[in-house]
């Protein structure tokens, strides 16, 4: 019983010199940070005729497309160390009368959570350059 003692006593001192050391963590973004970026990729499906058009707009430009005008307002990516993921912000204004309209933020790898409805569109984003 005394033999235990001792040899316990040692790997109490080991274990407890290991617990002293501390190990910093790398540092990660705040998970709610975006980089803005000058422009993005729009794909514009047309439901319909089932046609898929992509359009590349810089921040602050708007495009025509048939009734549609789309506004680029804001486009911005994930930073390195976070999971890839691209949002927009877009202005969607249609000419036809009734027709409903979108100013709201698009996810790239969420599509399904753009809350755009539009009886003849759907717009998804590609990604930000």
């Known amino acids: 019983m005394r033999i235990v003692g001792p040899a316990l006593a040692c790997c109490m001192a080991l274990a407890g010199a290991a617990l002293a050391e501390t190990v ?5 973004p705040p998970p709610d940070a975006w980089v803005p970026r000058q422009s993005g990729t729009l794909r514009v ?3 319909l005729d089932s046609t898929v058009q992509s359009i590349t707009l810089r921040v602050g430009e708007t495009a025509k497309l048939q009734s549609l005008s789309i ?5 911005e ?3 390195e160390g976070l999971p890839e993921d691209a949002t927009a912000r877009v202005t969607v204004a249609d000419s036809r009368e009734g027709e409903p309209g979108f ?4 996810l790239q790898k969420e599509p399904s959570v753009n809350m755009l409805e539009h009886p003849v569109y759907d717009i998804q984003l590609a990604g930000c350059t």
Request: aromatic content about 4%; proline content about 15%; glycine content about 4%.
């Open 77 to 79: 990516i994930r930073p």
């Open 45 to 47: 499906l047309n439901k």
């Open 103 to 106: 100013d709201g933020w698009i």
């Open 71 to 75: 506004t680029m307002q804001a486009c």
């Open 24 to 28: 910093t963590p790398p540092s990660l």
